[in-house]
């Protein structure tokens, strides 16, 4: 077993001997690029699993979708190749045959869908089309980092087409929402919503909604996005539909994903110097069973209740030949969020000692207090503590800033600055470039009067009709 | 609804017609490539998530590894960057920027795992590492058919390593076997097994074993391959371990995979002229229950009914506005094995009437005598048939023969041809050639003494110890 770096001391480093002490990847063979190990992959195939659900819940059917993309239609959306192009893997060759229309690796799928889109819809009947596909994805990155920031990495994409505006921009609504409600149950991850400014909105769209999260660090980091392509995509692609009066009107677009930079955000949200901390629900073992390697018929009697009480919670018995200090320590760094202790002095008292990862005390039970409830209920708080604690260091690090120099001195001091904001591309480039923060998103919960202009002045451009906005450092 | 050609007049026009017709794919905006629609897809999960419990059984854990790999890596198993150089998509710049080294798209990932057996086993504790990948694979392909020859196609690869021969050895053939028995049980698909002769042997292995599938137009098809790669890729990737003596060896290697070509499999050999034709436990839905789309409390009473009775059964309820029998007609041409019809005439009699997919059968139940047990035996009965049905076809198409104008005449008839064989890798394509025929494998139920040599010629090479090796047309 390695060593956990001191996040005080080396917040970078911590992250790193996180992810590659607990087994969750180890690095390919291309810059940024990672292999996902059992122990990473499950907790990914976790999440796939328990989003899946909610995105079923909206009506969305799973498909699968060509790789690689025609670059001569990849350049019809004119923002969304001028967005994509510096970061495409292409395909130029194939075997000595220089190919005239080089194949784009897919950074997203809006023009695979486009092409199907056009290609399936005929009619109001036939809408709305919902489809999603798991998949990689791949974008050329100068600064990579495992999970935040891949050149090929793991997400769903959502892809959906309906007959009116109002259909649309709900629906891209209700998906950012759906989103948080995921992060917030399945990750504890508090977020903040809101609508991206035009600086920082999806190459295409007309609409971007965000989830932003707060890691231990100060920086936000992007989570999950929604996206409302209007007609965008659909006029350049002609994807047209017969409506109801035999008239043809084009299709209103949304697309939506979330990435295995979910894991990122766990790790940097909950986990501690001990190493990761695990949500319960995406955890591969809720409870890890430790006992010594001897056969004892009276270790097996507790056994036995132990398993029985478990019931259906999923757990995993270590009886290997190893220490149980050894074995503990093991499972800390990988973040089980409990593990259930029964040595020999345990064994002679009728008792188990039960280890809570996230605060790291040690509890006693008595064989008659144990049963699915108290093992249920012990996951449910440790999730609560977990969701708890992380959205009060979110709160707290939100400052309403009035002035630049309250902005800059927010942002050192590795806080979000919340300011009212009116400024354009170059406005945020400009401010971005001196102070290090970019916008994350326009405050819904700041903004009740969002759908309106506010009175207020913008604290950079002192413009009028300014928004409340969401400013940090971020990955 | 579209048609559904006559397999006896076009069976490539039939076969394109069914995935068409009964939605399982558009095809992809690259040559070669396509789209697994909704229905498709769903039947691809169903694959899925059946054969990761075959996986499971065994010991296989379930990781993820990128699709780059560099081409200095690919060369250094030289057999196998030999039998893969003429299929390879490779990346060649990024950008602007020319590569040094260019990246394949994997068609396989041995490399990939290689690379990563080096750097995470050290001991013979850490065997045997049994791992396993979803995901989807590239080849370039001249003739391209969906499903079975695609330029990319979804699979699973397994990758192992094993401290001796033995269980390395072992371990392959059990897969094969388990192919053998997820294909029989999911698919309904009777297959031939055995070995590999070297012309057809996988890109450096040592033996290749395999399950072997006839088509109903007399052709074969590959559809799941076991491989043992004894020590030629861990010597050339210096892949070591500590032994128990603390000595170090080489470790021994397998690999086996199963593709999207299942359904290929499974659409050539169960289809007929009215379309698809799913064995139950791959079907989206077992049962369509057909009504009308008009409200009615005694038609609500029969359904509850059904609906109760079929209890854990997967199933739909179409009561869209549409005529029953166009309803039929479209779940038939998707191969649903059973739809529950409930028009006016069983509501007023107290009955329901199943139409039976593999049979075009119409049967008439009263109500009392349906519960589960009859919809669950329905289903056993009906994959039972289909399998049977297979199988029969299968067997009655071996023909032994002793001669070169018998063969002819066996494949000229469709047939597979059973010979003695003890050719090298130039007889066999020789022998290809000028019969159209290419081994399919040496059969194990044929060879009792498959293990010793045998006393017989082979009928082309006239050379002793021939073994008896199936040969036929293939895909």
């Given at each position: 077993m390695g060593k956990i770096f001191d996040k005080d001391i080396d917040f970078t480093k911590w992250y790193t001997s996180i992810i590659l002490e607990s087994e969750l990847i180890e690095y390919g063979l291309v810059k940024g690029t990672m292999i996902l190990k059992p122990y990473g992959y499950s907790i990914w195939n976790n999440i796939q699993k328990g989003m899946d659900k909610y995105l079923k819940k909206v009506g969305t059917e799973n498909c699968y979708f060509p790789l690689m993309i025609p670059y001569s239609e990849f350049i019809k959306e004119s923002k969304h190749v001028e967005g994509f192009a510096p970061e495409l893997f292409k395909i130029s060759k194939l075997g000595d045959k220089v190919l005239e229309d080089e194949l784009v690796i897919r950074p997203t799928s809006e023009i695979a869908f486009c092409h199907y889109f056009k290609s399936v819809c005929n009619s109001?009947?036939?809408?709305?089309?919902?489809?999603?596909?798991?998949?990689?994805?791949?974008?050329?990155?100068?600064?990579?980092?495992?999970?935040?920031?891949?050149?090929?990495?793991?997400?769903?994409?959502?892809?959906?087409?309906?007959?009116?505006?109002?259909?649309?921009?709900?629906?891209?609504?209700?998906?950012?929402?759906?989103?948080?409600?995921?992060?917030?149950?399945?990750?504890?991850?508090?977020?903040?919503?809101?609508?991206?400014?035009?600086?920082?909105?999806?190459?295409?769209?007309?609409?971007?909604?965000?989830?932003?999260?707060?890691?231990?660090?100060?920086?936000?980091?992007?989570?999950?996005?929604?996206?409302?392509?209007?007609?965008?995509?659909?006029?350049?692609?002609?994807?047209?539909?017969?409506?109801?009066n035999n008239n043809f009107d084009y299709v209103y677009q949304t697309s939506a994903g979330c990435s295995s930079r979910l894991i990122g955000a766990m790790i940097l949200v909950h986990s501690d110097n001990k190493g990761l901390v695990l949500p319960s629900l995406i955890a591969p073992y809720?409870?890890?069973?430790?006992?010594?390697?001897?056969?004892?018929?009276?270790?097996?009697?507790?056994?036995?209740?132990?398993?029985?009480?478990?019931?259906?919670?999923?757990?995993?018995?270590?009886?290997?030949?190893?220490?149980?200090?050894?074995?503990?320590?093991?499972?800390?760094?990988?973040?089980?969020?409990?593990?259930?202790?029964i040595g020999s002095k345990e064994v002679e008292n009728n008792q188990i000692t039960i280890y809570k990862r996230n605060t790291q005390e040690k509890i006693g039970y008595s064989l008659n207090e144990i049963n699915f409830d108290l093992f249920r209920n012990l996951l449910l708080q440790h999730d609560e503590e977990l969701f708890k604690k992380a959205e009060k260091f979110l709160l707290d690090s939100i400052v309403k800033v009035n002035n630049l120099e309250e902005f800059i001195l927010a942002i050192k001091n590795k806080k979000i600055a919340l300011a009212y904001w009116n400024g354009n591309q170059e406005d945020e480039k400009r401010l971005k470039d001196l102070t290090g923060a970019s916008s994350r998103c326009i405050s819904w919960d700041h903004n009740a009067d969002y759908q309106n202009s506010s009175n207020q002045k913008c604290f950079f451009t002192n413009k009028d009709n300014a928004k409340l906005v969401y400013f940090a450092r971020a990955y």
């Open positions: 109001y009947n036939d809408l709305p089309i919902v489809l999603n596909q798991w998949c990689s994805v791949f974008r050329v990155e100068k600064n990579t980092r495992p999970f935040l920031r891949n050149s090929e990495f793991l997400w769903q994409e959502q892809h959906a087409i309906f007959s009116n505006e109002k259909d649309a921009k709900d629906f891209s609504f209700r998906m950012i929402n759906i989103y948080k409600d995921f992060m917030n149950k399945f990750l504890c991850l508090p977020v903040l919503m809101g609508e991206k400014t035009e600086y920082e909105r999806f190459a295409g769209a007309s609409k971007t909604f965000t989830c932003e999260a707060l890691m231990q660090d100060g920086q936000a980091l992007q989570v999950g996005t929604s996206h409302y392509l209007s007609t965008n995509f659909s006029k350049n692609f002609d994807i047209k539909f017969q409506t109801k809720k409870y890890i069973i430790i006992t010594n390697n001897e056969k004892d018929n009276k270790l097996e009697k507790v056994l036995s209740h132990v398993k029985a009480s478990l019931g259906s919670i999923i757990f995993k018995h270590d009886d290997r030949e190893k220490g149980i200090g050894l074995k503990l320590s093991e499972y800390e760094v990988k973040g089980v969020p409990f593990q259930i202790i």
